[in-house]
């Protein structure tokens, strides 16, 4: 089985940053596409960003500029370095990974996400 654990969030004033790791094991890191989301209170989680098996990333248009994603196979890791942050940042955000991801994807399992806060 594959286990994603995410780190690195926070509470945050507008302009921070914060680096975002996602830990997968139980797998062969490498063959996995792994998608970045984000659950906003009182709205539906949402795909903003992937990187895939090659390293090629997609970003949606409202982190585009300001979140950058990188992977590690030597450590099995994601990083997501989030920069100019914005209060509409405030989120939940997670990790998962499968041999493919787009905005239909689904999952069944997700971890417990890390809590990112932005506010003045």
């Known amino acids: 089985q594959v286990q994603l654990v995410v780190s690195g969030g926070g509470l945050v004033g507008p302009g921070d940053s914060l680096r975002l790791s996602c830990v997968v094991s139980g797998g062969i890191f490498s063959i996995y596409h792994i998608g970045w989301y984000r659950q906003a209170p009182g709205e539906r989680r949402e795909l903003f960003a992937i990187?895939?098996?090659?390293?090629?990333?997609d970003y949606k248009a409202f982190v585009k500029g300001r979140f950058t994603i990188s992977r590690d196979n030597a450590k099995s890791t994601i990083y997501l370095q989030m920069n100019t942050l914005k209060p509409e940042d405030t989120a939940v955000y997670y990790c998962?990974?499968?041999?493919?991801?787009?905005?239909?994807?689904?999952?069944?399992?997700w971890g417990q996400g890390t809590q990112v806060t932005v506010s003045s």
């Open positions: 990187i895939t098996r090659d390293g090629t990333t």
């Open positions: 998962n990974a499968g041999f493919q991801i787009d905005d239909n994807s689904e999952f069944i399992n």
